[in-house]
């Protein structure tokens, strides 16, 4: 079965730095996009990042300059640095695997971690 299971989550002051992490098991790491979508109360979720095998990673404008995607196609893993951390950056934080091809029917979700970031 395929698993996709978030940490690193935690309770961090304004301008610190957390490390989310995603392992995934049961899908083809190399054919699948990866990504990291938070939640805000009262928002809709929103993406934060996107990194596909190979590729070059993409942001939100709100995050641009202060995380970073990586992945590690050996370990099956995705992971976000999260430095100058605001207030608003204050969600869940979703993992994401979606086929690069058949992605109608191969779109996987972990189950959220949380990130709270106050003073």
């Known amino acids: 079965q395929v698993q996709v299971v978030e940490s690193g989550g935690g309770l961090v002051q304004p301008g610190g730095s957390l490390r989310l992490s995603c392992a995934t098991s049961?899908?083809?790491?190399?054919?699948?996009?990866m990504a990291w979508y938070r939640q805000a109360p009262g928002k809709q979720r929103e993406l934060v990042a996107t990194?596909?095998?190979?590729?070059?990673?993409n942001y939100a404008d709100s995050v641009k300059g202060r995380f970073t995607i990586s992945r590690d196609d050996i370990k099956n893993s995705v992971f976000l640095q999260m430095n100058s951390l605001r207030t608003e950056d204050t969600a869940v934080y979703y993992c994401?695997?979606?086929?690069?091809?058949?992605?109608?029917?191969?779109?996987?979700w972990g189950q959220g971690t949380q990130v709270t970031v106050s003073s």
């Open positions: 994401n695997a979606k086929h690069s091809v058949l992605s109608m029917s191969r779109n996987y």
């Open positions: 049961g899908i083809t790491f190399g054919f699948y996009v």
């Open positions: 990194i596909a095998a190979g590729g070059s990673p």
